[in-house]
């Protein structure tokens, strides 16, 4: 089975501290992803990256950087956590499949149980 | 990106079938759907993807049909255990790094006894 582990289930943190959420994947997957989830606005891509050192932005990477140094783990750091960042954050990877339309996909993502970030 | 169209919620009791649709009528060429589903303070587990026709897993059925503007997933005999939110998403993922998934708002399918 695949595995994704993020280091911590929930977190609390003041306002202007730096912040490391770890992902670890166990599966050799190219790709990873830190999403993050808030009631009424679902699961928001923050960033991913395809390979070792490698990394793209998502949709909201403003107040978030990343980092890949293995192939194996992905770290969300929040270089000075706001309120606004209280959130549930999630984290994925996957491989590339080529499937009927000879286009290759990362589709099949795995996900880790989620940290759930409280910022005071 | 094609944007996808989903009931808010459904009811079902155990046993049944339940079949969730899922509308996508600007479906590129290339994309796939791809369908998951998610537990409350749980990430989203993949079940189940597809380009045409019906895919079966152990799990669910995805039915496709020939002009690929919607997709429907089909639950065979649900349980409580199947209450969650269902997603579903059309794309290909990060070919290239600039397509990526959108997750929408889902549906969330309530299971009662």
């Known amino acids: 089975d695949v595995k994704v582990t993020q280091s911590s289930r929930y977190l609390v943190k003041r306002t202007g501290e730096k912040v490391f959420l770890e992902c670890v994947q166990d599966?050799?997957?190219?790709?990873m992803f830190w999403y993050r989830q808030d009631p009424g606005l679902g699961l928001r891509l923050i960033y991913f990256?395809?390979?070792?050192?490698?990394?793209e932005k998502g949709d909201i990477p403003e107040g978030y950087s990343v980092s890949r140094e293995k192939k194996e783990r992905f770290s969300l750091i929040l270089e000075s956590a706001s309120t606004n960042q209280t959130s549930m954050y999630l984290c994925?990877?996957?491989?590339?499949?080529?499937?009927?339309?000879?286009?290759?996909?990362?589709?099949?993502?795995?996900f880790g149980p989620g940290t759930r970030l409280t910022v005071l | 990106l094609a944007k996808t169209t989903q009931p808010i919620s459904m009811d079902s009791y155990e046993g049944q079938e339940v079949n969730i649709t899922c509308s996508h009528n600007n479906i590129a060429t290339n994309d796939y759907i791809t369908w998951y589903q998610q537990f409350p303070s749980q990430g989203p587990r993949f079940i189940i993807q597809?380009?045409?026709t019906k895919v079966t897993n152990e799990v669910a059925s995805l039915f496709i049909p020939a002009d690929r503007k919607s997709s429907t997933l089909s639950l065979p005999r649900v349980s409580l255990s199947d209450t969650a939110v269902y997603y579903c998403?059309?794309?290909?993922?990060?070919?290239?790094?600039?397509?990526?998934?959108?997750f929408g708002a889902g549906t969330i399918l309530r299971v009662k006894s």
């Open positions: 597809g380009y045409k």
């Open positions: 599966m050799d997957h190219e790709n």
């Open positions: 998403l059309v794309g290909v993922g990060f070919e290239e790094y600039g397509n990526k998934l959108v």
């Open positions: 994925a990877s996957s491989f590339w499949w080529t499937g009927e339309s000879g286009t290759t996909s990362s589709n099949e993502q795995f």
């Open positions: 990256s395809y390979d070792v050192k490698m990394k």
